[in-house]
């Protein structure tokens, strides 16, 4: 990054800018932040060419299509204005280097790596082609490296697929050495020649020279158009697919599906970047962290707390008092953006070498829907009235995962009635829950709705990963804190999240050292090649590796029909144990064909395989699995027994899965509260006092890490199948 000059804006819109990421004909590209914390590259465009009409009407459409491209390995477009004076767009900031980068200055990416590399950014490709564009400008310089995987960016000479601006007879638009015969020959292109485009990039990510060479640019088109590609250095196991991306006619290439699909076995197990990039990354990362704060104000609001207990001094003793509604009168409701955490502190978790970097990006989507309130009563008719503290639960009451959120909407609001039974409480506690129906456009609503209340001072949310992810950005403009006690998904980190559980890939910790004890040297390691999949199997791919054991790494894509065939492939290298890591649905389907193939060793499944309707679709066949989760089962755990009592009594059911941990939550928040012991109390306050609280709850001790908000307690719980129901054992590898 490069210092601003005096030409450079010091704000743009709400985002204070921090200095030069690069720039080129067109304008600038800067490093921003948002009010909330959270860095952009934003993209400001010169002058002359906002000017124009023209340009200013492609802009506009350009920014409205590249909203639609939604996918992980895709740079989101997070905020944008195509009418200001000097026009602008914000996309989430990555702080990895470029593909050009890393390969210039540490050399070719291994085989393996570039493998992955061809899945994730054919991937990305689908995406851009599903909205309807052709990027047109696929080049190492446009591929950002994380630790998870790529980002393709920069879509500012993209088009859409019924675009004739730039169509015309000797008109060219790309990087020459990169680019299609088509766009060579300035004729009509389409999806297929991005995937050439990308023929030439895993050419040069797997060599380090490009498939038509290099020199003047007219000998350079020359040569894409008419000879055919160098690839004489290219490891042969790249050859089939990388000659057919490069076929001269773009009906002759295969479509970013096939590609994916080829490459996609190749996605599990292992860091699939060399250790040099892993550690340029992480420095990046770091120095990301150091960078100026963002300006504070604050929000008033009434002050006080403590954690939910009955009036007898158990936790489940006191009345039925419920919850109420409301925002209070008179409150001050202005924008409140958290003090900055301890950036001195900065994550990096090491298995078998992989180093993971926590970087303060967030991704944007454009959401709206529905919510309830929960509520009953307030303070008894005589009696002093307290401060009010308001707390929000984002849950899905209504989509796929409404058993678990309704179970969450419960348990909190028996932990706001203990609460508020308490005689010595110093503030009242509100419960405000939001449906988000799992879906992620209905999540940010729930946010906005969360943001207009003053009182309203942290959130618990939400139910489903999706939702979780794609509100977060919301929750960050909103300087509020959001403890979640579901997700997990190591790609959260920001300045306002506090993950309530081990992150998915920790999970497996225990799973490791299970292996060591029993010395089972050979492991078949399966993903189903999702997001969770690759989490919860790749760093402990790495650490088996590490230890000089055997790993049979294997992807068996949800969804796939034949999980016959994929268990028989798996059974035949005779694995001492077999690991798990993708969905109940698959899981179930997959242990019966495991047992259909014959085999008799350990089988070990992971978070999303701890459901009630595993034990459903499985059968018999689930019989001696062992589940590891973050989840304290309410049926299982002896220390969650009470508070399952307290909760059949009131509600008259059982508790569901994770109905115990939002119950936590809320003595978590109302504690902190009550320990900053302050006649006012601000969202900027409760952050850095969350992040640096410890409490036990009934189904864990919570503790976090004050600089990025990740889980730092115990909390990993092992279950045995035995008789069509999860069987608690153990905890972090120590059995009961």
């Not at 790596?113 to 990305?124: D, F, T």
């Not at 009345?319 to 409701?333: L, Y």
């Amino acid at each position: 990054m490069e210092p601003l000059r005096s030409t450079d804006p010091a704000r743009i819109a709400g985002y204070r800018v921090l200095g030069r990421l690069g720039a080129g004909g067109m304008g600038v590209v800067l490093l921003g932040r948002s009010p909330g914390g959270a860095l952009v590259a934003i993209k400001l465009i010169r002058s002359e060419y906002a000017d124009d009409t023209g340009f200013r009407a492609r802009f506009r459409r350009e920014v409205a299509i590249a909203r639609q491209v939604r996918n992980r390995w895709a740079v989101p477009v997070v905020d944008a204005d195509t009418e200001a004076p000097a026009p602008w767009l914000a996309t989430e900031f990555v702080p990895g280097p470029a593909l050009s980068e890393a390969v210039g200055s540490g050399g070719p990416l291994p085989e393996r790596g570039v493998r992955a590399l061809g899945s994730m950014l054919a991937e990305a490709l689908e995406a851009v082609h599903t909205a309807g564009l052709v990027h047109r400008d696929v080049k190492p310089g446009n591929v950002l490296l994380g630790l998870d995987g790529p980002r393709l960016i920069d879509f500012g000479i993209a088009r859409a697929l019924d675009d004739t601006v730039l169509t015309a007879t000797d008109v060219i638009v790309g990087s020459p050495g990169f680019l299609s015969p088509e766009q060579a020959q300035g004729r009509r292109i389409g999806p297929a020649s991005d995937v050439f485009s990308l023929g030439c990039v895993l050419v040069y990510a797997a060599t380090g020279g490009r498939p038509f060479g290099t020199g003047p640019v007219e000998a350079m088109l020359f040569r894409t158009v008419h000879d055919t590609a160098d690839l004489s250095a290219l490891p042969p196991g790249l050859l089939p697919v990388v000659e057919a991306c490069l076929a001269k006619e773009p009906g002759d290439r295969p479509t970013a599906a096939d590609i994916r699909q080829a490459f996609a076995e190749d996605l599990s197990g292992g860091s699939w970047l060399p250790g040099p990039v892993t550690h340029l990354i992480a420095e990046r990362s770091a120095r990301m962290l150091a960078l100026p704060d963002i300006d504070a104000t604050s929000l008033d609001a009434s002050a006080g707390g403590g954690p939910g207990s009955g009036a007898d001094g158990s936790p489940f003793g006191g009345p039925d008092t419920g919850t109420g509604t409301g925002t209070g009168s008179g409150a001050r409701d202005t924008t409140a953006v958290p003090a900055s955490p301890d950036r001195r502190r900065f994550l990096a978790y090491v298995t078998g070498g992989a180093v993971l970097a926590a970087a303060g990006t967030t991704t944007a989507w454009l959401v709206s829907g529905g919510d309830k309130d929960t509520g009953g009563e307030g303070e008894d008719d005589g009696k002093v009235a307290r401060p009010e503290l308001h707390i929000g639960l984002q849950a899905d009451l209504s989509g796929p995962s409404a058993a678990v959120g309704k179970g969450q909407d419960k348990a909190a609001r028996l932990a706001v009635a203990e609460h508020n039974a308490r005689g010595d409480a110093p503030f009242t506690l509100r419960l405000t829950t939001v449906d988000d129906g799992g879906d992620e456009e209905r999540a940010k609503a729930a946010v906005r709705r969360f943001a207009e209340d003053p009182l309203l001072v942290a959130a618990i949310g939400a139910t489903g990963t999706d939702a979780a992810r794609e509100a977060l950005v919301a929750y960050d403009e909103a300087a509020l804190p959001l403890l979640s006690v579901v997700d997990g998904d190591i790609r959260h980190l920001n300045r306002i999240f506090l993950c309530a559980r081990p992150r998915n890939d920790m999970q497996m910790l225990p799973v490791a050292q299970f292996l060591g004890a029993y010395e089972i040297d050979q492991v078949a390691l399966v993903d189903d090649g999702t997001e969770y999949g690759r989490q919860t199997t790749r760093f402990l791919d790495t650490g088996l590796r590490g230890n000089g054991r055997t790993v049979f790494a294997e992807t068996v894509r949800e969804g796939t029909r034949d999980l016959d065939a994929a268990a028989e492939r798996i059974v035949a290298k005779q694995p001492g144990a077999v690991v798990y890591g993708g969905g109940w649905r698959d899981a179930g389907r997959f242990a019966k064909s495991l047992t259909r193939a014959g085999f008799l060793g350990p089988k070990i499944a992971t978070q999303a395989v701890h459901d009630p309707r595993f034990l459903a679709e499985a059968g018999e066949d689930a019989a001696g699995w062992l589940v590891v989760s973050t989840a304290a089962d309410p049926a299982s755990v002896p220390s969650v027994h009470p508070f399952a009592a307290a909760y059949r009594k009131r509600f008259d059911h059982a508790p569901p899965l994770f109905a115990a941990e939002a119950y936590d939550a809320v003595g978590l928040i109302a504690s902190c509260a009550q320990g900053l012991g302050r006649e006012k109390l601000t969202r900027q306050d409760l952050l850095p006092a969350l992040r640096t609280t410890s409490y036990k709850g009934v189904s864990k001790n919570y503790a976090f890490e004050s600089a990025n908000g990740m889980y730092t307690g115990t909390g990993v719980f092992i279950y045995r199948v035995e008789r069509g129901r999860f069987r608690y054992i153990g905890m972090d590898g120590t059995e009961v």
